[in-house]
């Protein structure tokens, strides 16, 4: 691939969506290809002549497009995932999080502070409605961030002074259900077994809703019950960033290090699988193909980050400069 008339046509490779500085308009975007084992930085500003926006948060592909989360820009991006080419985007948000398809003409957007899914049309790139996430939940009304679909729901993470999961139907864009787990779910992953699992920071010291020691809860996604709570050992430890291998049969998470555990343990692991190198990681994922590890490392929040490969087996492969503040994952196969 060529830095200038970009083209990953036929490339394997993992995108790496560097968040930027907050209120600074330096997010980026940069792609490790697999074939040539390069890093290209700054592609979104290569191919398009501007940066992407206010702080970059997730990233998706479906349907050879990828959807960008621009948090505090209120928008998301859409690009060619081969030139890295704006095709469109959605505007008008509040402060998207995540992107979540069901299919070509339906899709929806999670939001921090807007209190309700957005929907919109993938065709036709525009806004179609939005979801009332509301109910009598004491503290305030829900904020939503990650989102998994299973069958024909959609589950939905409200971690900003929340304990809840949402369940939404597609077929009716209706939330049918909630599920109570531990203060503050900050990521879910469903196991070959049918299984969510999520894992919650637990909150903050101070905070109005009060705080849980963290917790990976395993819940049966047919029947929506709780089946096993894992608590963390101090009500001060704030894992982050639950991802799942491509079998769905090992769970991975940051927490002084990185962990893994296989799906079908009763306990949490003792020590971590990766040790902490220079500083704590700030994001992880696993390759869903090769089991790599992929950890970023925001470094002092300021200067360009790194990004860390490990082997399946926990030996580090190598590292390479990235963006400011490297935050999520999105591979391309």
């Given at each position: 691939?060529?830095?200038?008339?970009?083209?990953?046509?036929?490339?394997?490779?993992?995108?790496?969506?560097?968040?930027?500085?907050?209120?600074?308009?330096?997010?980026?975007?940069?792609?490790?290809?697999?074939?040539?084992?390069?890093?290209?930085?700054?592609?979104?500003?290569?191919?398009?002549?501007?940066?992407?926006?206010?702080?970059?948060?997730?990233?998706?592909?479906?349907?050879?497009?990828?959807?960008?989360?621009?948090?505090?820009?209120?928008?998301?991006?859409?690009?060619?995932?081969?030139?890295?080419?704006?095709?469109?985007?959605l505007t008008g948000l509040v402060s998207p999080r995540y992107v979540h398809i069901v299919n070509g003409r339906k899709g929806y957007i999670s939001d921090l502070y807007s209190m309700k899914i957005t929907l919109f049309d993938p065709e036709e790139n525009?806004?179609?409605?939005?979801?009332?996430?509301?109910?009598?939940?004491?503290?305030?009304?829900?904020?939503?961030?990650?989102?998994?679909?299973?069958?024909?729901?959609?589950?939905?993470?409200?971690?900003?002074y929340d304990n809840q999961i949402l369940v939404l139907d597609t077929l009716t864009n209706q939330v049918i259900d909630s599920i109570n787990v531990t203060k503050q779910p900050n990521s879910l992953v469903i196991d070959r077994y049918n299984k969510l699992w999520v894992l919650s920071d637990g909150g903050f010291a101070g905070s109005g809703f009060g705080q849980d020691t963290a917790a990976i809860t395993r819940i049966d996604a047919d029947n929506?019950?709780?089946?096993?709570?894992?608590?963390?050992?101090?009500?001060?430890?704030?894992?982050?960033?639950?991802?799942?291998?491509?079998?769905?049969?090992?769970?991975?998470?940051l927490?002084?290090?990185?962990?893994?555990?296989?799906?079908?343990?009763?306990?949490?692991?003792?020590?971590?699988?990766?040790?902490?190198?220079?500083?704590?990681?700030y994001?992880?994922?696993?390759?869903?193909?090769?089991?790599?590890?992929?950890?970023?490392d925001a470094i002092d929040y300021q200067q360009n980050g790194l990004v860390y490969r490990f082997s399946p087996n926990g030996e580090m492969i190598d590292s390479f400069l990235v963006g400011i503040n490297p935050g999520a994952f999105c591979f391309k196969y």
């Open positions: 691939m060529k830095i200038a008339g970009l083209d990953f046509s036929g490339s394997d490779g993992v995108f790496i969506i560097n968040e930027g500085n907050y209120t600074y308009d330096n997010a980026s975007l940069s792609f490790l290809e697999f074939q040539n084992h390069k890093i290209y930085n700054g592609i979104f500003f290569a191919a398009n002549g501007m940066n992407p926006g206010d702080v970059a948060h997730s990233m998706i592909i479906y349907d050879n497009r990828g959807y960008i989360t621009i948090n505090n820009s209120g928008k998301i991006l859409i690009i060619d995932p081969n030139t890295v080419n704006m095709v469109g985007k525009k806004l179609t409605g939005d979801i009332n996430v509301q109910n009598n939940k004491p503290f305030n009304q829900h904020s939503t961030e990650q989102m998994i679909g299973y069958k024909e729901l959609v589950f939905i993470a409200c971690w900003s929506r019950s709780v089946e096993m709570v894992l608590p963390f050992p101090s009500l001060n430890d704030s894992p982050i960033d639950l991802v799942i291998n491509g079998t769905a049969d090992t769970l991975y998470f927490y002084k290090g990185i962990y893994r555990m296989p799906v079908t343990d009763q306990k949490l692991p003792d020590k971590p699988y990766i040790q902490i190198r220079n500083n704590d990681y994001s992880l994922a696993v390759d869903p193909v090769t089991s790599i590890v992929y950890a970023g």
